[in-house]
């Protein structure tokens, strides 16, 4: 089944205690995202990837780290959590090329609660 | 700089009847994507429509079509004969593709009446 996984679905975790949020893509995406929703702000893009070692930030990546050393794989990394990365996180892949229409397929999401 | 706006916080309509998701966008790259998206209160997202910067032909996916008038940068969705099922936030994305940023915009809610 064509899927994104994320992992973990819920996490509660101390300020300052460093996180891994794992994601993983079966469909050969080349595009891979890290998003945070809150309420009333929408999805706000945290970091993109366009293919292996290539990455870049979007519109919040402050405190936030990520990675592409495999095209499956795009964990992202809290090295110092505050409680303002309270949030749900979502992960999301996609083809990147002309003639495709680029639409994500999501992970589940991740509940995170930094006290 | 890019941005994506839905002015509508949430909105009501009757089952079976058409309804009408406001978007517009604001972009300096000549080539993007628009896309919409569906969050049931389960929380899952789904992918509905895709319409591209070139396309000249609306786009349709079964009762979702996306209305889009290049020059007055709107892509609104058209949901018709609207289904109980269809209660859910709806979100407007965009990507450049120059800087392949994709960013969304803060939701519709849509709650369809029986």
């Known amino acids: 089944e064509a899927q994104v996984t994320q992992n973990p679905r819920y996490l509660i975790t101390v300020t300052g205690k460093k996180l891994t949020v794992t994601c993983s893509q079966n469909m050969n995406h080349e595009y891979m995202s890290w998003y945070r929703q809150d309420p009333g702000l929408g999805l706000r893009q945290i970091y993109y990837?366009?293919?292996?070692?290539?990455?870049d930030k979007g519109d919040v990546p402050e405190g936030y780290k990520v990675s592409r050393k495999e095209k499956r794989n795009f964990p992202l990394i809290l090295e110092s959590p505050s409680p303002n990365q309270t949030s749900l996180y979502f992960c999301?892949?996609?083809?990147?090329?002309?003639?495709?229409?680029?639409?994500?397929?999501f992970g589940s999401g991740t509940r995170l609660t930094v006290v | 700089a890019q941005k994506i706006t839905q002015t509508q916080p949430g909105m009501f309509v009757q089952e079976k009847e058409a309804v009408t998701l406001d978007c517009t966008y604001d972009?300096?790259?000549?080539?993007?994507?628009l896309f919409w998206y569906k969050q049931p209160s389960s929380g899952e997202m789904i992918f509905l429509i895709y319409q591209g910067s070139y396309d000249e032909q609306n786009a349709t996916e079964g009762r979702y079509s996306l209305n889009f008038q290049k020059a007055r940068k709107s892509a609104n969705l058209v949901i018709s004969a609207s289904q109980l099922g269809d209660s859910a936030m709806y979100f407007c994305?965009?990507?450049?593709?120059?800087?392949?940023?994709?960013?969304f915009g803060t939701g519709t809610r849509l709650k369809v009446l029986a």
């Open positions: 972009t300096s790259d000549p080539s993007y994507g």
């Open positions: 990837s366009m293919n292996v070692e290539v990455t």
């Open positions: 994305a965009m990507r450049e593709g120059g800087t392949y940023k994709y960013i």
């Open positions: 999301a892949s996609s083809f990147l090329g002309s003639g495709v229409s680029g639409g994500y397929t």
